[in-house]
């Protein structure tokens, strides 16, 4: 597996990362016996950037992947998200609070097990609280060796501008995909790009739609989080589905699978644009790993590219990534 240099950063990452959240129950059920043996696997093969957040399970994902790279803590380099309150906590303490955020950070050192993360990062920016206010508190856990590097995710170009201006950031994670291209149309990868900062694009699976054997409503479980989510709706998931249809006739001429040619065209993006954006698609099994890390294999030409683009445009998805009041938390 190909590393290279993640961003500003001196940490080398594999091209494609492993997302975590799916062990946790996000999509149904999922075994911890082989979601562990997921992730051994994925370190076997060389994959050494997982993605996990303190809200994946309410610490359970931690608990997981502590156990999972136990005396392979040198093999991996772990980002771990803040996550953001919703509601009103009972101490008050917002998402984008210092506070919160080392409360946060500390717990999750605790639950993984290790002494310091690689890149600790706050899930969304707080419209109460300055972004600087926010990152000025993360790079006081930098200092104190918590951790040695600090992202956000799913905030606008300015607000990584305006972060940046009190502590350099690694990264933006973002939810970037064919279905979801929101971080071209709002600036957030000419701003990564612009100040040397990698991107990590999640969700490029389309949460299971871009794949041979996409979900059926039907028969998600009551807390699979698909059931709330408009591309998963009647007609907007039979117009999905037409265009990933569409999207398998490109795959078989590179000999992939809609997984992997979804996998792939993020990081053929990157590239395009002199950005380096490192898909973390989710697995809970083996199997699911295996297939996606070939991926990296894949070779998209710049007419390959322009054939994709004329499939599926930008905004070509029928649906939001969220419901609506979950969209108004996107882009601060």
Request: aromatic share 4%.
């Given at each position: 597996m190909e590393r290279r240099r993640f961003g500003n950063t001196d940490l080398m990452v594999s091209a494609i990362g492993l997302g975590c959240y799916g062990m946790s129950g996000a999509y149904g059920p999922a075994e911890d016996a082989e979601s562990i043996a997921t992730i051994r696997r994925a370190l076997d093969l060389g994959v050494n950037l997982l993605d996990t957040s303190a809200s994946y399970g309410e610490g359970h994902n931690h608990c997981l992947i502590g156990e999972a790279i136990r005396g392979r803590r040198h093999e991996v380099v772990i980002h771990s998200k803040s996550g953001s309150p919703r509601d009103s906590r009972p101490d008050g303490l917002r998402g984008g609070d210092?506070?919160?955020?080392?409360?946060?950070?500390?717990?999750?050192?605790?639950?993984?097990?290790?002494?310091?993360?690689?890149?600790?990062?706050?899930?969304?920016?707080?419209?109460?609280?300055?972004?600087e206010e926010s990152v000025g508190g993360m790079a006081e856990l930098v200092r104190e060796?918590?951790?040695?590097?600090?992202?956000?995710?799913?905030?606008s170009a300015e607000?990584?501008?305006?972060?940046?201006?009190?502590?350099?950031?690694?990264?933006?994670?973002?939810?970037?995909?064919?279905?979801?291209?929101?971080?071209?149309?709002?600036?957030?990868?000419?701003?990564?790009?612009?100040?040397?900062m990698a991107m990590m694009a999640y969700s490029v699976l389309g949460?299971?739609?871009?794949?041979?054997?996409?979900?059926k409503p039907e028969e998600f479980e009551a807390d699979d989080i698909r059931a709330r989510l408009p591309r998963f709706d009647g007609l907007n998931l039979e117009q999905n589905l037409r265009l990933c249809s569409a999207l398998e006739?490109?795959?078989?001429?590179?000999?992939?699978?809609?997984?992997?040619?979804?996998?792939?065209?993020?990081?053929?993006?990157?590239t395009r644009v002199g950005t380096f954006i490192v898909p973390?698609?989710?697995?809970?099994s083996r199997k699911h790993l295996d297939e996606n890390v070939r991926a990296a294999d894949i070779l998209l030409?710049?007419?390959?590219?322009?054939e994709v683009d004329d499939i599926v445009p930008s905004g070509a998805a029928f649906g939001t990534r969220y419901?609506?009041?979950?969209?108004?938390?996107?882009?601060?």
């Open positions: 210092p506070r919160y955020l080392r409360r946060t950070c500390e717990e999750s050192l605790k639950n993984l097990g290790i002494e310091a993360l690689d890149m600790f990062c706050m899930s969304r920016v707080d419209p109460n609280v300055p972004v060796g918590k951790t040695r590097f600090i992202s956000l995710s799913e905030c607000s990584l501008r305006r972060g940046s201006t009190v502590h350099p950031l690694a990264s933006l994670q973002m939810e970037y995909s064919l279905f979801s291209r929101d971080a071209e149309q709002q600036g957030q990868i000419e701003a990564c790009k612009e100040l040397g949460r299971g739609m871009l794949t041979a054997a996409p979900p006739a490109v795959a078989r001429r590179k000999n992939a699978t809609l997984a992997q040619l979804a996998i792939a065209w993020p990081m053929a993006r990157g973390i698609p989710g697995a809970k030409t710049a007419d390959d590219l322009v419901a609506g009041g979950q969209m108004d938390r996107l882009n601060r």
